[in-house]
């Protein structure tokens, strides 16, 4: 089992104004991984990034700051996959062709956790909260945090279950399986 660790977390949007934070912040504590550190000023810290484009230029040096910190500190981007990326691995690509730019290296990059909804993050609102959702449009706006929270400890109940049905939106198990890799790499580290 890894030592304890801290995730930090790139997202879109701006500060105070993005859901992703309490939507990131309730999953996470609700998954409690055995490997985060358990006090609340350091096990996850966000850094919003305002659009896409501006969270891809800044994720390399937000990669090296964490490699620096070592093997205690874990990278994850969550990301809006708008309608001009067909899926997770095509928006994780344009990642990949900016890093390699910032001399990022593929072992590198790989460490990295990807968290891509498709549209907004209320898209996996809706559908924990209403038992589906069509990721071919945006899911309505969610400005209220409880039923942000609520999706959250949702979602968490879900994973720790193992359910499977209803079937997951295609982004979320897309996302999921990223979640994984991070969770199997923290188990044999």
Same mark, same amino acid.
Not at 10 to 20: F, W
Not at 85 to 92: S, T
């Given at each position: 089992?890894? &030592? =304890?660790?801290?995730?930090?977390?790139?997202?879109?949007?701006?500060?105070?104004?993005?859901?992703?934070? #309490?939507?990131?912040? =309730? %999953?996470?504590?609700?998954?409690?991984?055995?490997?985060?550190?358990?006090?609340? &000023?350091?096990?996850? =810290?966000?850094?919003? $990034?305002?659009?896409?484009?501006?969270?891809?230029?800044?994720?390399?040096?937000?990669?090296?700051?964490?490699?620096?910190?070592?093997?205690? #500190?874990?990278?994850?981007?969550?990301?809006?996959? !708008?309608?001009?990326?067909?899926?997770?691995?095509?928006? =994780?690509?344009?990642?990949?062709?900016?890093?390699?730019?910032?001399?990022?290296?593929?072992?590198?990059?790989?460490? #990295?956790?990807?968290?891509?909804? $498709? !549209?907004?993050?209320?898209?996996?609102?809706?559908?924990?909260?209403?038992?589906?959702?069509?990721? &071919? $449009?945006?899911?309505?706006?969610?400005?209220?945090?409880?039923?942000?929270?609520?999706?959250?400890?949702?979602?968490?109940?879900?994973?720790?279950?193992?359910?499977?049905?209803?079937?997951?939106?295609?982004? %979320?198990?897309?996302?999921?399986?990223?979640?994984?890799?991070? #969770?199997?790499?923290?188990?044999?580290?």
């Amino acid at each position: 089992m890894a &030592s =304890r660790t801290e995730i930090i977390c790139l997202h879109e949007g701006e500060k105070g104004r993005s859901i992703d934070p #309490v939507f990131i912040n =309730r %999953l996470i504590r609700s998954l409690k991984p055995s490997w985060i550190r358990q006090s609340s &000023s350091n096990m996850i =810290r966000f850094f919003p $990034k305002g659009g896409r484009k501006t969270l891809i230029a800044a994720m390399p040096a937000a990669l090296k700051e964490c490699l620096a910190q070592g093997a205690q #500190v874990s990278l994850m981007v969550w990301a809006d996959m !708008d309608h001009d990326m067909a899926d997770g691995n095509e928006l =994780r690509a344009e990642f990949w062709n900016h890093a390699q730019l910032d001399g990022i290296t593929k072992d590198q990059f790989d460490q #990295v956790v990807f968290i891509f909804a $498709k !549209d907004r993050l209320e898209n996996w609102i809706e559908y924990l909260n209403e038992g589906s959702t069509d990721e &071919s $449009k945006e899911g309505p706006r969610v400005k209220d945090n409880r039923l942000v929270r609520d999706a959250a400890e949702k979602l968490a109940k879900r994973c720790q279950q193992m359910q499977s049905d209803p079937p997951l939106p295609s982004s %979320l198990q897309w996302s999921c399986r990223n979640w994984r890799k991070l #969770v199997d790499r923290m188990r044999n580290t």
